[in-house]
């Protein structure tokens, strides 16, 4: 196996997490008035049956509310409050099929809570402070996430998020872990008996914890080896005492840290893999031969799901393998769905009227419109750039960028820049401090336009790759500081020359 593959698998999986952990400021960012629904990472997510049960959240705070929920296909679900009609703003309904655990970003903080189909909750800011309150169905257990987040013991984040240094000792740091474990089960605990909670929040709240106990070991481990054979048998040992859980436990599933806990043990469990092998096929021969049932049709759509995120597809008979071992399960006709949903927005960039009608502004001033961009770039490669002068991560990979450029001189690639910047001074500011070639290709474009809204709808940077054909290659493309990027646009410019 490949050990580069093998660790970079598993930063996409605590990318996932870290992603997770900051999305309630995206949100923010990139707030549309329609309903939105954001998968991880890329790939679109179905829309949900108008005839399931509403969750009400009404807000005290009079701030317009944004809430998310992680479906039952992995999906990040966001609603927003509906703007004028008969709804307030602070009013939102989150239509879900079963008990979730539901983010609501306010001041800065996640502020997760339980709800279930039909309840109604209300939520209020404690004056003077940032914290809120939950009040309705079953009241007294609503607000735990809160209470630990008052002794700066929330589960928002993993706890290893700053503490992963070279000097950080791994038996150490996981000994800290625990440490932190057994406060959040204490206050557990006091919450639970002195509000008398109903058992089926306590049970949520246990996992939860554990969980996210499980997801911060796995990252510290990742985070500071890559040999099993380095750690000291006690951590082994620790580790190895969470197989079961995952092995057996279907009553994980609706917790928030689930998937990301799942997905990181099982990367973990093949770590030791023998070199050679493709990495891909490891992982789903031991998630059949590891899970059954409904815990190994999860972990193995979920290897798959991941896979038409980096890659956009997947062979047929992948997907005929899967149908065959789950025959039971809905989650292999998603997988289709989702393959072909990427296929649609792939053909939609370049070929949708309302798309290729959208004016942009070039760097003089000038307006051109998407389809004359696009004409533009045919005959070449054209690797597509959407940043923006306030994003940091977008920024950062302009030196990447345009060394990649000097390496590709001449080689037929023209490399296009988009900015969804309201302010053409900042924009034009920012392209003169980044020192874009004149030879790249810089427009402008609308933030609100349809053409911004597909674009942006996952977060920037986003980069595209659009073959010599004017046909999109990937919707998904990697990072100009990404090794695979170089190697990727060698490869399809020897394919045509």
Known sequence: MDSLKFVDAVKRNFLLIETASVIGKMFYIFHSSFLLLWIFLFVSSPVFASDLPVTVVISESRRRLIANYVDQFGHDVIFEAARGGSELQD???????????????????????YMGPGD?????????????QYSGKLKSGLGFFNYLARYNLGTDFLDTYDAIKPEFHYESAA????????????????????????????????????????????????????????????????????????????TLFKCYWYRFALLSFHLYSNASSPKGLDFDQILLADAKRSYSGTIGAFIHYNLLHDRIRDKESIPKNILDDFERAYPSSSLSKHLSMEVSVIQKNATRLVSSKVFLQQRLKDNMGATRSWEQILLDGKGKLVYLDVWASWCAPCRE???????????????????????????????????????????AMNYLLDPDSKLAQ????????????????????????????????????????????
């Open 120 to 132: 109604t909750i209300r939520l209020t800011l404690v004056a003077g402070s940032n914290a809120i």
């Open 175 to 250: 000994l800290d872990l625990e440490r932190r474990f057994s406060s959040r089960r204490e206050l557990l605990a006091k919450f639970e008996d002195s509000l008398r909670i109903d058992s089926s929040y306590t049970r949520l709240y246990k996992n939860d914890l554990q969980l996210h106990f499980i997801a911060g070991l796995m990252r510290l481990f990742f985070s500071n080896s890559e040999d099993i054979s380095t750690l000291p048998q006690s951590c082994i040992d620790r580790l190895e005492s969470f197989r079961p859980l995952f092995e057996q436990d279907t």
């Open 397 to 439: 990979e302009f030196s990447a960028s345009l060394k990649l450029q000097r390496q590709l001189a001449k080689k037929g690639i023209r490399f296009l820049f988009i900015s969804v910047d309201k302010s053409r001074e900042k924009w034009f500011q920012a392209v003169k401090e980044e020192q874009l070639p004149p030879t």
């Open 91 to 113: 009013t939102i309904r989150v239509k879900m099929d079963a008990a979730h655990q539901v983010r609501i970003p306010l001041n800065d903080q996640q502020n997760p809570v």
């Open 454 to 497: 597909f674009l942006i709808k996952d977060g920037i940077p986003r980069y595209v790759l659009i073959g010599n054909d004017g046909k999109v290659l990937s919707l998904n493309m990697s990072r100009p500081s990404d090794s695979e990027t170089l190697t990727e646009l060698k490869k399809r410019l020897r394919a045509h020359p």
